[in-house]
């Protein structure tokens, strides 16, 4: 079923009032709050609980909608934004970013999101000399390994989504992208660097269809 975002707001507050009204504070996110529900699409809710150290990410059904809530103890709330910040993947910050308050105790959520915004609408921290370093001889040696496995599928399926995703992130990171999902990665190199993209494309259509990788290799040298 497809719900507009006020329809998606209603539902989330009456979820957490009946599932979690003792809550410290709750946040709508995700595709609920960013114009990209779809009938298949969850309700993300972040449950934020001043009592408890137990964090996860869980599936329920609620009124016939699936609901994928998001429990973070308020005590590891800025130690998750800070290892976000550090590590210029930022799961955490994107996800409050865009967050929508249900339910705020003291204006901490409210002042969060701010900071948040602050922080995620800036571009990531530049990597450092020994972070490129590192990543590139990763991608050197996954280059030779699909070289000498170029005959065994089975490695090969393995190692070149491995190899493909190490780069888009270098490239992305290099640009001072934050990386929030392979999914996002991958829409922002189609967006941001198109002929890379178009040259990945051809090339791995060439290896899924045929189970040739030497095209792939080639993109991967030429990168």
Not at 32 to 51: Q, R, W
Not at 140 to 153: E, L, R, W, Y
Request: aromatic share 12%; charged share 15%.
């Amino acid at each position: 079923m497809t719900y507009n975002s006020s329809e998606l707001f209603t539902i989330a507050c009456s979820f957490v009032d009946q599932r979690f009204a003792h809550c410290f504070a709750a946040f709508l996110t995700g595709s609920s709050v960013d114009g990209n529900f779809t009938p298949e699409s969850d309700i993300d809710i972040g449950i934020i609980i001043a009592e408890s150290d137990y964090q996860h990410i869980e599936m329920i059904e609620f009124d016939g909608q699936k609901i994928q809530i998001i429990l973070l103890p308020l005590n590891t709330i800025s130690t998750l934004l800070m290892q976000d910040y550090m590590n210029r993947k930022a799961p955490y910050l994107s996800m409050l970013s865009k967050a929508r308050i249900i339910k705020d105790t003291h204006h901490f959520l409210a002042k969060t999101i701010h900071q948040v915004q602050q922080i995620f609408y800036a571009p990531a921290p530049p990597l450092n000399i020994f972070h490129i370093q590192r990543i590139k001889n990763t991608l050197v040696a996954n280059i030779a390994d699909i070289k000498g496995a170029s005959q065994q599928h089975d490695k090969i399926y393995f190692l070149v989504p491995e190899t493909i995703l190490t780069l888009f992130i270098l490239l992305l990171e290099l640009k001072q992208f934050w990386f929030i999902s392979n999914k996002q990665a991958l829409a922002d190199i189609k967006q941001h660097f198109p002929n890379t993209y178009t040259s990945f494309k051809k090339a791995n259509e060439v290896f899924l269809k045929a189970g040739d990788a030497n095209p792939l290799i080639t993109f991967l040298e030429n990168c």
